[in-house]
């Protein structure tokens, strides 16, 4: 599967965003789906993860109650809606896909990432 991320961009904090990522193929619905964030300097940790369904979801504790992950599978799309910026949001963002595994540590497939940058 190919994943395209876009929504990216530079706002101030306390700002919102959100970013989407559509995914090619026929199967959409059969993959786990991740968002994974880098910050400058920073290892690459998961930001927020969905079921095949998207009934199941994960949030890291630093966007918990501000980021939604959500996906449409009529539309091969996933989203991570991100509310109340802070500086410290600014990273890139990846989309990433797993055919067996949810929070998939190594998922099987990236996007190309989309830089979100928050200023003070």
């Known amino acids: 599967v190919q994943l395209q991320a876009s929504g990216g961009g530079l706002v101030q904090a306390g700002d919102s965003l959100r970013l989407s990522c559509a995914a090619s193929?026929?199967?959409?619905?059969?993959?786990?789906m991740s968002w994974f964030r880098q910050a400058p300097g920073k290892e690459r940790a998961v930001v927020a993860a969905?079921?095949?369904?998207?009934?199941?979801?994960y949030y890291a504790d630093s966007v918990k109650g501000r980021f939604t992950i959500s996906r449409d599978n009529a539309k091969n799309t996933v989203y991570l809606q991100m509310n109340s910026l802070k500086p410290e949001d600014t990273a890139v963002y990846y989309c990433?896909?797993?055919?067996?595994?949810?929070?998939?540590?190594?998922?099987?497939?990236w996007g190309q990432g989309t830089q979100v940058t928050v200023s003070s």
């Open positions: 990433t896909a797993d055919r067996d595994r949810f929070l998939s540590p190594s998922p099987d497939y």
């Open positions: 969905i079921s095949r369904s998207g009934a199941g979801t």
């Open positions: 193929g026929r199967t959409f619905s059969s993959y786990y």
